[in-house]
């Protein structure tokens, strides 16, 4: 299997390029030259089994390959279960059970897992840089700490992230160092982006990034969606909170390979670019706005062209999919009711799904849907409890990580100096 740009403008790379490399070098993203189909799968397999299945022909002819099942062993340790509700016609795919509470760990460290064995052989240690607004930095500190050959640097805009957040980004130590940047998350991205793109500072400090866009992250997404629609006794309908469109890209990419995959559904907050889009626009990006859930805050979301890729154009695009926006006012209701009337405390990106799953139910009461619930509620106590009324209990790997002590450096939104810290780290 080979790799091609959403540009056309790159040539076609292994699976091992394709990871390393991250962005392609157009400045496109990389997608499969072609959708394999995936043979029958057992109903019953573990989560990482079935996750090597669903990936084996992606690896095919890659130096990773035989290491395919090992990283999927690695990387697929915490569940994914999908459970009833006590709603009627829904389904919760719990995505959370991870070291840091959101389902970025699985794509966070099956790429550790890859990049840790392409690094294996190199003298120097790999840099991973990681621009965050929250759950991406945390996931990504969590899957390389203490991973040999590689060092990751979390930026992160000081002051604008959640206390818990901020406290688990600081928690790690090693290899894996937080600096809370004086900016914003954009400053952040700068940051990384201009030391990526230094080639003077590339030389002396060997760098990658672990942003949503590489493929090392997008594919293991595919396996958890497989998993469940397997257990389904129907085609899986399914509703996905969305921001960038990874987690909904790889749903597509798992019904594109035949697994039973039914309808699939964004839901979005306030930041409406896909649902102005899927109400007939021409596609617009803007600057994000801030909502209660921060992880979507996406105004350009950066999977779109794969997305576009998918589907062959934009019309064809649209006529297959649907996005809903959900305003703060309707997260807070959703949460708010669920806890009062059937016990369930979701997150609020959990809760836009949620709230978007009533809506289409109310069109048709005969279609069941599968939402995906992307974070636990006790990484957004800040946010949740005063809603439910009650505290929400801490699951035991977020626990842990919030009992180590934490500390962060103060960067400046500077090049200069931040160029000057990696070459003293
Ligand atoms: C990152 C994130 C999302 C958005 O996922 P995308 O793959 O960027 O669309 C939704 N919910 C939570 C909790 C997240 O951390």
Not at 64 to 78: G, H, P, R, Y
Not at 207 to 229: C, D, K, T, V, W
Request: charged share 20%; net charge neutral.
């Amino acid at each position: 299997m080979r790799f091609v740009s959403t540009r056309g403008g790159a040539a076609p790379a292994t699976l091992s390029q394709a990871i390393a490399a991250g962005l392609a070098p157009d400045g496109g993203l990389y997608v499969p030259e072609s959708m394999p189909k995936v043979g029958h799968l057992p109903r019953d397999g573990y989560l990482a089994t079935t996750a090597s299945r669903m990936l084996a022909p992606f690896f095919a002819g890659d130096p990773l390959a035989s290491e395919l099942d090992a990283i999927c062993a690695e990387a697929f340790v915490a569940p994914a279960p999908r459970r009833e509700l006590r709603i009627k016609g829904a389904h919760l795919l719990e995505l959370f059970h991870g070291p840091t509470a959101a389902f970025k760990d699985f794509g966070a460290r099956f790429l550790a897992a890859c990049l840790g064995r392409l690094r294996r052989d190199e003298a120097r240690p790999l840099t991973i840089l990681v621009a965050t607004s929250g759950d991406t930095g945390a996931a990504v500190g969590a899957a390389f700490h203490e991973m040999p050959g590689v060092r990751v640097a979390i930026l992160y805009p000081d002051n604008r992230v959640s206390p818990r957040q901020a406290h688990q980004l600081g928690s790690f130590g090693g290899n894996v160092r937080a600096l809370r940047v004086e900016g914003t998350f954009d400053d952040c991205q700068r940051l990384v982006k201009g030391a990526l793109g230094d080639p003077a500072l590339q030389a002396d400090v060997p760098m990658s990034s672990a942003n949503s866009i590489s493929l090392g992250r997008l594919l293991p997404q595919m396996a958890y969606f497989g998993h469940a629609a397997l257990q389904a006794t129907q085609p899986m309908n399914t509703i996905i909170p969305t921001g960038n469109l990874g987690n909904a890209v790889a749903c597509l990419w798992a019904r594109a390979i035949g697994l039973p995959i039914g309808e699939v559904v964004f839901a979005c907050n306030a930041n409406e670019t896909l649902p102005e889009f899927y109400a007939g626009q021409p596609y617009r990006a803007r600057d994000a706005v801030a909502t209660i859930a921060n992880a979507m805050d996406v105004g350009a979301p950066s999977n779109f062209e794969r997305l576009r890729h998918l589907f062959g154009d934009e019309d064809a695009a649209r006529r297959q999919g649907r996005a809903e926006r959900v305003d703060d006012a309707q997260i807070r209701d959703t949460i708010r009711r669920h806890a009062a009337n059937d016990g369930e405390v979701f997150c609020p990106h959990t809760a836009t799904a949620i709230h978007v799953f009533e809506r289409l139910r109310f069109e048709d009461p005969t279609k069941d849907w599968t939402m995906a619930s992307t974070a636990h509620p006790a990484k957004f106590d800040t946010i949740v409890e005063p809603l439910v009324g009650r505290r929400v209990e801490v699951p035991d790997a977020l626990a842990v990580m919030l009992a180590r002590s934490a500390s962060a450096e103060a960067m400046a939104a500077d090049g200069r100096i931040f160029a000057d810290w990696l070459r003293g780290w």
